[in-house]
């Protein structure tokens, strides 16, 4: 019921707003709010496109110097454990 109350506001300001011009300047203006919106929410799904990738890079770059590290500090102590038991395996 709320989205019929909004919507029929919408409608009645519309239709003040343009009825003191003709059909064709309507349809006209009409048209170019209508390409105005589009190429508004193309660019701010452009920008969000953009963040979100970024975010990815950020983590992807985060998660392979963790990794990196994990696989450092393993190497580490397995040196650690080998050098206190000689006779250990080589892992």
């Given at each position: 019921?709320?989205?019929?109350?909004?919507?029929?506001?919408?409608?009645?300001?519309?239709g003040l707003?343009?009825?003191p011009m003709?059909?064709?300047?309507?349809?006209?203006?009409?048209?170019?709010?209508?390409?105005?919106?589009?190429?508004?929410?193309?660019?701010?799904?452009?920008?969000?496109?953009?963040?979100?990738?970024?975010?990815?890079?950020?983590?992807?770059?985060?998660?392979?110097?963790?990794?990196?590290?994990?696989?450092?500090?393993?190497?580490?102590?397995a040196r650690?454990?080998?050098?206190?038991?000689?006779?250990?395996?080589?892992?």
């Amino acid at each position: 019921m709320k989205s019929f109350l909004i919507g029929l506001g919408v409608g009645v300001g519309l239709g003040l707003l343009f009825a003191p011009m003709s059909g064709e300047e309507t349809r006209t203006n009409l048209g170019d709010r209508a390409n105005d919106l589009a190429n508004s929410a193309r660019e701010t799904y452009e920008q969000n496109r953009d963040r979100v990738q970024r975010g990815v890079e950020t983590i992807r770059s985060t998660a392979e110097r963790a990794m990196g590290q994990a696989r450092s500090t393993a190497k580490d102590a397995a040196r650690a454990v080998q050098n206190k038991m000689p006779d250990a395996q080589a892992i």
